[in-house]
């Protein structure tokens, strides 16, 4: 028998890219699946049953867990996908825009691990994967809103990880770099466009010409996503493809000089 068969997973954000083939890779692992999206309109794949949910909603994530605990008693895994972007200079956000992007990718996460922790702490087992980014790990250019959100997710996914340990659950934060997905398409657009920044902005639309056509597929993100879900030693970062581990190791071993120098000349900024 399947070791998973009889688990429940529930991944937010299945209706597209990271999320989707994570849905998809747990259900083949044996997982009964279920996938949320805000709108159900037959996407997913028949082994995946999706249901409808907006992470901004605090009664639409308890609808949700509660839908789930009804169907199946049980929830072993929750992966914390949804998310939105934000590409544009700091300064052209306002506030507001920033706390839209902090709802769904942060407080959205805190949303769902506070619904689904009772339940897993009554069973006293439980696994929750939180999708980072390595923009949580590296501040970049024209990121720094989205960077801040990626970077508080990751401390609040260690603290929670020490907390939850207790009750047998394990919380692991996944770290991707570029990945081929409609992210960028479905990414707020800074509510207050500068000039001074066009040229800051066309470096990166130069950059994400160059990276995106080999960035890494999500199914790629997807496989560490089911190893997080699955490993008998659970860790608590996995980087996701090439890009992310080769960031991730220069931040840690390249003086910050020479990592600030070839960042900047990454995003075709001034030395
Ligand atoms: N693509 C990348 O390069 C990359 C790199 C690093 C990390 N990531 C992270 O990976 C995750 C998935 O991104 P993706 O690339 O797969 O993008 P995507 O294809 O645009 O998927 C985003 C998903 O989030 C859902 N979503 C958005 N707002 C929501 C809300 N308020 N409530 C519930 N669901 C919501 C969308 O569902 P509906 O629109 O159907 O509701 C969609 O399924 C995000 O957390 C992102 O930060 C992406």
């Given at each position: 028998m399947n070791r998973n068969s009889g688990k429940t997973a529930i991944v937010t954000g299945a209706s597209s890219g990271i999320g989707r083939a994570s849905a998809e890779a747990l259900a083949r692992a044996g997982f009964t699946v279920?996938?949320?999206?805000?709108?159900?309109?037959?996407?997913?794949?028949?082994?995946?049953?999706?249901?409808?949910?907006?992470?901004?909603?605090?009664?639409?994530?308890?609808?949700?867990?509660?839908?789930?605990?009804?169907?199946?008693?049980?929830?072993?895994?929750?992966?914390?996908?949804?998310g939105v972007g934000l590409l544009g200079g700091a300064e052209e956000s306002s506030?507001?825009?920033?706390?839209?992007?902090?709802?769904?990718?942060?407080?959205?996460?805190?949303?769902?691990?506070?619904?689904v922790l009772p339940s897993m702490r009554r069973r006293d087992e439980g696994r929750i994967v939180n999708i980072?980014?390595?923009l949580g790990l590296v501040p970049a250019p024209y990121s720094a809103h989205y960077s801040a959100v990626k970077h508080a997710l990751e401390g609040y996914s260690e603290s929670l990880d020490h907390e939850v340990r207790a009750f047998n659950i394990r919380v692991s934060v996944i770290e991707p770099a570029f990945v081929?997905?409609?992210?960028?398409?479905?990414?707020?657009?800074?509510?207050s466009v500068m000039k001074e920044y066009d040229q800051a902005r066309a470096g990166i639309d130069a950059l994400l010409r160059d990276v995106m056509p080999k960035a890494d597929p999500p199914e790629a993100v997807a496989n560490v996503v089911l190893r997080a879900a699955t490993d008998k030693r659970q860790r608590r970062r996995y980087t996701a493809g090439k890009t992310a581990r080769l960031v991730s190791t220069l931040r840690r071993f390249a003086p910050a000089a020479t990592f600030d120098k070839t960042l900047r000349k990454q995003f075709r900024l001034p030395a």
């Open positions: 279920f996938g949320t999206s805000r709108k159900i309109s037959g996407q997913g794949s028949s082994e995946i049953s999706m249901l409808v949910c907006d992470v901004t909603d605090d009664a639409s994530v308890a609808a949700l867990v509660s839908d789930v605990l009804a169907r199946t008693g049980r929830i072993d895994l929750l992966v914390n996908n949804a506030v507001s825009q920033s706390k839209a992007l902090f709802d769904v990718n942060l407080f959205g996460v805190m949303r769902m691990i506070n619904a980072g980014s390595i081929r997905t409609v992210f960028d398409q479905n990414g707020l657009e800074p509510d």
